[in-house]
């Protein structure tokens, strides 16, 4: 892993630890080091940690990863988290989230277009599609792709976390 990709790696960690108070993590690695996946510990009590309550953040905005992961570890959530389109595929094998968060504009890919690829690899998982440049365009199309549910950039943490549970909500009853 070169110099900028473990600052990168320590930067988000850094985040983590200050909103989640990190005790213990799980790391799970993509393949080129970015994309990671923690566990809380928050009171000493350890929050159990299942497929049914991980969610895959999709952004190619290392703060917001951050912010979105260490605002849903801190609830009890387990998280990956992944930059790119490429990143999303290396998990399928790996992990079934319950809910993947997923922006629009990715670096390698547009998010609508890997939206169907996310339904087809993990049909289970409900999908967010957020994004800081669409409307009620892409929020239709997000829909007629099998999003649950679309967030407007900037959103409150608060909105966030009630999507996530919503979503995980709606899965335990499908």
């Known amino acids: 892993m070169n110099l900028k990709m473990r600052k990168l790696l320590e930067i988000n960690e850094g985040i983590l630890r200050f909103m989640g108070r990190i005790a213990g993590k799980n790391v799970l690695d993509s393949g080129n080091g970015w994309a990671q996946g923690f566990t809380v510990n928050t009171d000493n009590k350890q ?8 969610v895959l953040v999709v952004d190619d905005d290392i703060t917001i990863r951050g912010l979105l992961s260490a605002t849903l ?3 009890g959530y387990e998280v990956c ?3 790119r389109g490429e990143d999303v595929r290396a998990f399928y094998q790996v992990i079934q989230p319950q809910v993947v ?8 890919g547009d998010g609508l277009q890997l939206l169907p690829e996310i339904k087809h ?3 289970t998982a409900e999908v967010i599609m957020m994004t800081g440049y669409g409307g009620e365009e892409i929020a239709r199309r997000a829909a007629q ?3 649950f549910r679309f967030l407007k950039k900037p959103f ?3 909105d966030l976390v009630a999507a996530v549970q919503s979503a995980c909500q709606h899965q335990a009853r499908a």
Request: glycine letters at 4%.
């Open 47 to 54: 929050f159990p940690v299942s497929s049914k309550s991980q």
């Open 156 to 158: 409150s943490l608060d």
């Open 121 to 123: 690899q993990w049909p």
């Open 81 to 83: 988290v992944a930059p």
């Open 73 to 75: 570890v801190a609830r």
């Open 101 to 108: 968060l997923l922006d629009w504009l990715l670096p390698d």
């Open 145 to 147: 792709l099998g999003a």
